[in-house]
């Protein structure tokens, strides 16, 4: 065989290796292609049917309309004394008539104040009149000229929502430079009990009734409207937990609870609160105890210890009398001075309630008549 011959061998060789190559890629590329067609596809498998997969388009739809629709209702909340700037915040329109709009906002937030100014969401200054507010429902009442109102929030219900409903606030995160701010969340928790303190104390002071979400919620927030996507309001939004270790936990005034509120402050009324008549302090504050010569029985695992009786209160009239450890108001356990509180302030004036409390290591139960809250 002449050298020609040789090179005419090579060359069909290496064509019949390109030909074979390209034949079992084919084949693999078919075989792999019929083989995820039969995976995706229903198959049967120890008499169990596995239903084929369909495309999933995972679509978040925007808020931008929701947001449209309750934007000019959302207002900057002004708080001045003795016309020195106190505190900033964010308060909305829920309500008119012919003469006045009605703008709800925390107590917190216009509390001290004796005028208060608000800024629209076209960056006019309307003066408000300050009706009233309340500090344990952190709820307050302002009105401004019905003719500066361009456009009222509508109140939806938080008990429809669900959790990981969408929501959003509309707010004023650190006072009016950055007014009309929109931050997204989720609804993370509902009917939480918060545990809050109205002074610098480490001791709580009440516990509030709240939804959580993890939207953002800064200083300036407070009195804004917590939305759904529908742009209805379903919450105010009040406090949020603030450490290092915690990030988006932030907590709404649940709506129903904020216009209960809301229509006994705009009639002028106060809301009517009980009291028993003693001061009081967690025996977990065992210094504090041991201050005062109080000392928590061996069998005592919780409660509040009373640490004075006021002459002629309801606890008075009911026989309790300092160093008793109060255990349970009616069926509810008491572990704190604001689980007592937030138990007492579900009644009113005139309702008599059973308490039950521990003198010297031995339990008692007391019926208490409730009087109102001077």
């Known amino acids: 065989m002449n050298k020609e011959d040789d090179i005419m061998k090579t060359e069909k060789n290496n064509k019949n290796n390109i030909l074979i190559t390209v034949l079992l890629v084919f084949v693999a590329f078919v075989g792999g292609a019929a083989w995820t067609y039969l995976i995706l596809n229903s198959f049967e498998q120890d008499g169990n049917v596995i239903k084929s997969v369909s495309n999933v388009n995972i679509k978040e739809q925007s808020i931008a309309d929701a947001v449209d629709k309750v934007y000019d209702a959302v207002v900057v909340v002004v708080a001045y004394k003795d016309e020195v700037k106190q505190s900033t915040g964010t308060g909305f329109v829920y309500k008119k008539n012919d003469n006045v709009g009605y703008i709800m906002t925390n107590n917190h937030v216009i509390d001290g104040a004796n005028s208060v100014k608000v800024i629209m969401s076209d ?66 928790g509902k009917d939480r009990l918060v545990e809050v303190s109205f002074s610098n104390s480490q ?43 915690i990030e988006g936990m932030g907590f709404a005034i649940p709506i129903e609870d904020a216009i209960y509120y809301a229509g006994i402050i705009e009639n002028g009324e106060t809301i009517k609160r009980p009291y028993i008549g003693i001061s009081m302090i967690d025996i977990s504050d065992e210094y504090s105890l041991w201050r005062v010569g109080i000392k928590v029985p061996d069998n005592v695992e919780y409660g509040v210890a009373i640490l004075e009786v006021v002459s002629s209160s309801p606890a008075f009239d009911a026989g309790l009398k300092s160093g008793d450890i109060i255990t349970k108001i009616e069926d509810t356990t008491v572990n704190s001075v604001a689980m007592l509180r937030y138990e007492l302030y579900k009644h009113a004036p005139g309702d008599t309630i059973e308490v039950k409390y521990n003198r010297n290591g031995t339990e008692h139960t007391a019926k208490i008549k409730l009087k109102e809250q001077s």
């Open 203 to 245: 001791t709580s002071d009440y516990y509030m009734k709240v939804l959580q979400t993890d939207a953002a919620i800064n200083p300036g927030n407070s009195g804004g409207p917590l939305l759904n996507v529908n742009g209805e309001v379903i919450g105010i939004n009040s406090l949020k937990l603030v450490k290092d270790e």
């Open 123 to 188: 960056g006019s200054v309307v003066d408000a009149k300050i009706i009233g507010g309340e500090t344990y429902c952190d709820i307050a009442v302002l009105t401004i000229d019905a003719s500066k109102v361009k456009t009222i929030a509508t109140v939806g219900k938080s008990e429809d929502s669900r959790l990981g409903d969408i929501v959003f606030t509309i707010g004023s995160p650190m006072g009016e430079l950055y007014s009309g701010t929109v931050t997204k969340g989720i609804l993370s």
